[in-house]
């Protein structure tokens, strides 16, 4: 990784059709960005990585995709109607808000503590001492479902998709005959009125997570903690290829925690604004079961046959958000290097995250039968990988350029050679090393 600045990589996203600012023709709207054509490819092959390495790779955990609005009631249950709050600050000179945690630096969301730290500080938007006390604020995004706007049809956008997997965990459990332990993993949307979004698709109001909640009997509580902790910090390094020196850990202080968690555990990963919150590994203990099955009335207990006691199972949560990560790949990836005294940009990304495996070039895009010999080529390959570039943009310097800044592990550039002995140019990424293959053995290349 270069040391790369934030508009470094806005700037690439943009240029490169990885992400655009959501309805950009209207001005855009904070917190809302759209992924384009590169995006959703990387977008996706990180998602599916996830739910290959939890699920598919666990015989206990089990998939699913609940709906974004689900009955207030379950919000009442969790919490978050009185609970998901952020700390702000209004300035009565120039209205603007801010988030009290970000201005006085710190973690603590106590409102003694922020009010003190808060008492000399001027506004950053009009330099006045003219701040209010700071006060709570609710994230939550309503909406009314039906015809009628009123109190009776108020519902939320949900803001994390753990809610639905709670409530959920008796259907899993009878369907799957699941025995304890056993998880229930969801990839899916989640919406927060933050009050500064920020940092790019670091701190947005409509996200995406990956969860994974793990029911358990509360005499595991530890271990299992610890074994979620380590899946996410390997997950990061063996599966994603992000060094180990951008991460750390962090361990939540209480004044720090959600008010569901009783332990808590943050991987961070050296932003450009510093190290910062990627993944999450709480302790929710019984919270989560207990008040669904207050509000509810439902019993949700489990009775374990080997003890013969029932009781309600606790939960360790494994969180991250898809956004956050896609952040952290990228400037993972992004190097800059010198070539023969001109610089070069270049993703390293490992190639079975790049959104194209191949790129393929004709030399020169007006000979036909180069052309006709390329497309040939780029058939075979796209049956092979699927994900394939047909690139005939500006000259073969141009092409390679923009490959890096892609992150294409491979070019394969079929030239005049190529008509006489079946052989094409294979240029690789990292090294920009080229080699002379032969057509019949492209593919085995470019899998090694
Ligand atoms: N169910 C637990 C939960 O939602 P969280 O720490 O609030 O915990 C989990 O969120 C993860 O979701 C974070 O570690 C982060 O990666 C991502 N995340 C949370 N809020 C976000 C936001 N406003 N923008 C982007 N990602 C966010």
């Not at 994390?160 to 949307?189: C, H, W």
């Not at 990627?278 to 374990?304: A, C, I, P, Q």
């Not at 005294?341 to 030399?363: E, F, M, N, Q, W």
Request: hydrophobic fraction near 35%; aromatic fraction near 10%.
């Amino acid at each position: 990784m270069s040391d790369v600045s934030l508009e470094e990589i806005v700037s690439l996203c943009k240029r490169r059709g990885f992400v655009f600012p959501a309805s950009e023709i209207y001005g855009g709207l904070a917190g809302f960005w759209d992924y384009g054509p590169l995006g959703v490819e990387l977008i996706n092959k990180l998602k599916a990585e996830w739910w290959k390495a939890m699920v598919h790779e666990h015989d206990n955990i089990f998939g699913v995709d609940g709906a974004i609005i689900q009955n207030p009631k379950l919000w009442e249950a969790s919490g978050h109607i009185a609970g998901f709050t952020d700390p702000l600050v209004d300035c009565k000179n120039c209205n603007a808000r801010h988030r009290a945690d970000h201005l006085a630096d710190t973690d603590s969301t106590d409102l003694t503590e922020l009010t003190e730290l808060l008492k000399d500080l001027a506004c950053p938007t009009c330099g006045k001492k003219t701040l209010t006390k700071p006060r709570t604020y609710n994230m939550m995004m309503k909406t009314w479902v039906g015809p009628v706007e009123d109190e009776s049809s108020v519902a939320y956008l949900r803001p994390e998709t753990a809610g639905s997997i709670f409530t959920n965990y008796d259907n899993v459990r009878e369907t799957m005959r699941a025995k304890l332990p056993f998880g229930v993993a969801q990839i899916g949307k989640a919406f927060r009125n933050e009050i500064s979004p920020r940092d790019f698709i670091f701190r947005v109001r409509e996200l995406e997570q990956m969860e994974m909640q793990y029911f358990i009997s509360p005499d595991v509580q530890s271990e299992v903690y610890e074994k979620w902790r380590d899946f996410a910090w390997k997950f990061l390094t063996e599966r994603l290829g992000i060094a180990e020196e951008n991460l750390q850990w962090h361990e939540h202080a209480e004044n720090e925690r959600a008010h569901y968690a009783a332990a808590a555990h943050d991987v961070y990963f050296k932003f450009p604004q510093g190290f910062k919150e990627l993944w999450g590994t709480h302790n929710r203990t019984d919270y989560d079961l207990s008040n669904h099955m207050r509000v509810s009335k439902k019993d949700l207990t489990y009775f374990e046959e080997e003890t013969k006691s029932r009781f309600v199972p606790y939960i360790i949560e494994s969180s991250v958000g898809v956004g956050r990560m896609f952040l952290a790949v990228m400037i993972n990836a992004y190097t800059e290097e010198e070539i023969n005294g001109d610089t070069r940009i270049v993703l390293k990304l490992p190639a079975h995250l790049a959104p194209y495996r191949v790129a393929v070039s004709p030399l020169l895009k007006n000979k036909p039968e180069l052309v006709a010999k390329a497309r040939e080529v780029y058939a075979m390959l796209k049956k092979e990988f699927g994900n394939v570039m047909w690139d005939d943009n500006g000259n073969i310097g141009k092409r390679y350029r923009r490959q890096d800044e892609i992150g294409t592990p491979y070019c394969v550039t079929i030239d005049f050679d190529t008509l006489e002995d079946n052989t094409v140019t294979l240029r690789n990424r990292d090294t920009t090393q080229q080699e002379r293959v032969k057509i019949d053995e492209l593919a085995t290349k470019i899998v090694l």
